[in-house]
């Protein structure tokens, strides 16, 4: 197509291996396990190609042209199908000795007795992603129900409702807090769908974590402003 660029970056769920351009083996990519991603594309395309978490690119976006501009430290976090998280320091993603950084999917914020297929039973995103939302309410209403009808019925004031969404923000908060502790950062950043169209949510997510974190007046909640090119902003940034 006659285009000129200097590389590819590449964003990807993880667990990955930054350095090796590699996949690990993420629990939403059966069968990719292994897959050597970032030479897949060199071999093809002949230019240097840089492999990084798709929550981090997307947080890298935030933090030099969005919500966290102007900011030396961001934790940006993605809360949708899943649950993912990115923490930029001074402009750059930091992925941490085996590029496990930042990984709070996995992060046990209750206690649960099970859990989906590798992760910690009582993880982040088992409890308040989308999908855990629809996943609890389902259960409890004895019916398929989307998370989008979860927070209507919120929003009617069913019990149930009410009671998936008030667990699955207290989880968030309980997140929040514990990131908080370990990296005390100027601004939390927020994108994903249900963050953005859900103010009410993210709102009690505030309140509750303000209850936890230790300087409560410090805590920033900022929603995301790249929109859906915040990966592809992000990828590009990498190289």
Not at 49 to 69: Q, S
């Amino acid at each position: 197509m006659g285009l000129e660029y200097e590389g590819i970056g590449i964003g990807c769920p993880g667990p990955l291996d930054f350095a090796g351009g590699q996949i690990l083996n993420p629990p939403n990519l059966p069968g990719w396990e292994g897959f050597p991603v970032a030479e897949f594309f060199r071999e093809r395309c002949g230019h240097r190609c840089l492999l990084n978490n798709d929550a981090n690119v997307a947080g890298l976006a935030e933090a030099r042209v969005g919500a966290g501009r102007g900011f030396a430290s961001v934790v940006y976090m993605t809360v949708s199908t899943g649950v993912g998280a990115a923490y930029v320091a001074d402009g750059q993603i930091v992925g941490g000795a085996h590029s496990l950084a930042t990984e709070v999917f996995n992060m046990i914020v209750c206690d649960a007795p099970s859990a989906r297929l590798g992760m910690n039973p009582g993880a982040l995103e088992d409890q308040s992603s989308g999908t855990a939302i629809a996943r609890m309410a389902s259960q409890r209403m004895g019916r398929d129900v989307a998370a989008p009808e979860v927070f209507a019925l919120a929003d009617g004031g069913d019990a149930v409702a009410l009671a998936v969404l008030e667990h699955a923000a207290e989880c968030l908060a309980r997140g929040v807090n514990n990131i908080n502790a370990v990296v005390d950062p100027d601004v939390f950043v927020f994108g994903g769908s249900v963050a953005l169209k859900n103010p009410g949510f993210m709102d009690l997510v505030f309140q509750k974590a303000k209850r936890y974190v230790l300087d409560p007046d410090s805590l920033l909640f900022r929603e995301a402003t790249c929109g859906e090119d915040s990966g592809l902003v992000g990828a590009a940034l990498l190289v």
